[in-house]
């Protein structure tokens, strides 16, 4: 679904490139996390994935952004955006209108949907979300969490083939986190979507994710499978990126010859393995 070739990006004002030299080709389907440390290019990269980059911010872009077989350099933000939906990390810079119902029917009207489908897929986006009953809110009117809901399912609404999503959970507490995760997992399974999430909540990424990518310094330092990537908790912990205690506590105990599985992602597992070693 997702191809990217030698991308290498310096914004007009930049004295170096941002992100340089990645490939990563995310198949078909996949739920996707990226994460790394504060300044690292996670959200060029997402930019570069729905076409802000290079249709809104002018710099020197090298290499190839292949999305379901459309070069984003060579069709307009017009034809991205009608495959790939985007959650900015700044949801107010998204809202186009003052009223939630408006927010959603935006998107939906312009995108051309058959009007005897609009109401039905609002109403969907808006239960998945659990946010029925901030149809006819005002905007500013709504909380940090609020708001990331709303513009999260503007989005679902018009059932985007790929979803990419910029620290999507950042304003909302642990159980409405897991809630949104949960959303989006299913969302991928049942219209074989692909999702893309920057996030700095590692432990949630590698919960629901196929791929974990770490970004440090513009460049691709991990992209597998999340125990795979979370095997080098102490590499990653010096790049800035924080594992799970249970993750590093295991991670020990492997290099002490006390454990032989897999890299663990939470308590559960941990405590699973736990009483393994110590059967």
Sequence with gaps: MIEISNF??????GATPVV?????????????????????????????????????????FYG?????????????????????????????????TSVVEDEMLYGLENFGVPRDEIEGRLEQALDDMGIADLRDRTITSLSGGQKQKVAIASILALNPRVL????????????????????LARYAREHGATVVV?????????????MLVIVDEGRIRFADAPADVLAHADELKRIGVNCPRSTTLMNRLR???????????????????????LA
């Design 255 to 277: 290099a002490e010859g006390l454990y032989q599985g897999p890299s663990v992602r939470n308590v559960r597992e941990a405590r699973e393995a736990l009483e393994e070693v």
């Design 64 to 96: 190839s952004v292949v999305v379901d077989g459309l070069d984003t350099c060579d069709v307009a933000l017009t034809d991205v955006s009608r495959l790939v939906g985007s959650v900015c990390q700044d949801v107010d810079s998204q809202f186009v």
């Design 8 to 13: 290498s990006f310096q914004y007009r004002e």
């Design 198 to 210: 920057v996030e700095q909540k590692i432990a949630l990424l590698s919960q629901y994710a196929d």
């Design 164 to 183: 990419v999503l910029d620290e999507p959970t950042a304003e909302l507490d642990p159980a409405s986190s897991r809630s949104v995760f949960d959303l």
């Design 20 to 60: 340089q030299g990645i490939d990563l080709a995310i198949p078909d389907g996949a739920f996707v996390g990226i994460t790394g440390a504060a300044g690292s290019g996670k959200s060029t990269l997402t930019y570069a994935l729905n076409g802000i980059i290079p249709h809104c911010y002018p710099g020197d």
